[in-house]
């Protein structure tokens, strides 16, 4: 089939090798990320569901969600491929007897399904085959010692540290002149502001600063 190769690469919708190795990168790349991002929501439901007498029971027992990884994957694609260049070594453009270098040259690949096959008479499976692993892993060390915090500000300062001690938390209640209360003295005042914005991590071993009014 007489086509030269500027055309064959533009019917075919040829692509750079690299590109098509990269392209299933991000896709592995973008799959754990929303593996990650489910197992966090996971995790941070189970402090936000109050009243569920079955979540309670499992945060008491020190239950986590599973998080999962992608250790390998493995991707089988049928391609034609073709090996394309121009310009010298020297980045000279090359002539009708002067090839390009083998240095300038890109490798460019074409996916193989049934047009391609009736189109150009290429014989081979029009088929892809993509096998991956996902295993669950351990939650990140640092959910053991941290909880999410609530938003207790508007609440009063005894409502908001039974809250924070449900979720291991303690917290430290402060004046608007700075001085430090003792949880009897601020139980019936109203919490203004916290110290840790709703739903970061908060490590159990330091107490959350609450102005209370």
């Given amino acids: 089939m007489a086509q030269d190769a500027a055309d064959f690469l533009s019917d075919s919708l040829a692509t750079p090798l690299g590109e098509v190795i990269a392209a299933v990168g991000r896709g592995v790349a973008e799959a754990q990320a929303a593996l990650d991002h489910a197992s966090l929501?996971?995790?941070?439901?189970?402090?936000?569901?109050?009243?569920?007498?079955?979540?309670?029971?499992?945060?008491?027992?020190?239950?986590?969600?599973?998080?999962?990884?992608?250790?390998?994957?493995?991707?089988?694609?049928?391609?034609?491929?073709?090996?394309?260049?121009?310009?010298?070594?020297?980045?000279?453009?090359?002539?009708?007897?002067?090839?390009?270098?083998?240095?300038?040259?890109?490798?460019?690949?074409?996916?193989?399904?049934?047009g391609f096959q009736q189109r150009y008479a290429f014989q081979g499976q029009g088929a892809a085959k993509l096998t991956f692993k996902i295993l669950p892993v351990p939650p990140p060390?640092?959910?053991?010692?941290?909880?999410?915090?609530?938003?207790?500000?508007?609440?009063?300062?005894?409502?908001?540290?039974?809250?924070?001690?449900?979720r291991g938390l303690s917290a430290t209640f402060v004046s608007a002149e700075d001085k430090v209360l003792t949880t009897n003295e601020a139980a019936e005042l109203t919490v203004q502001t916290q110290d840790a914005a709703p739903r970061t991590l908060v490590t159990t071993t330091n107490a959350v600063r609450l102005l209370v009014k």
Avoid: W
């Fill in 41 to 114: 929501a996971a995790t941070l439901a189970m402090y936000e569901t109050d009243g569920d007498e079955g979540v309670q029971a499992l945060r008491a027992i020190g239950y986590r969600p599973t998080f999962y990884v992608l250790p390998e994957t493995t991707c089988e694609v049928q391609v034609s491929m073709h090996v394309g260049g121009t310009g010298g070594a020297d980045g000279s453009a090359g002539g009708a007897n002067q090839p390009g270098a083998v240095g300038q040259a890109r490798t460019y690949v074409t996916p193989v399904d049934a």
């Fill in 141 to 166: 060390q640092a959910l053991d010692d941290a909880a999410p915090m609530p938003d207790v500000r508007g609440l009063k300062g005894a409502q908001a540290d039974t809250l924070l001690a449900a």
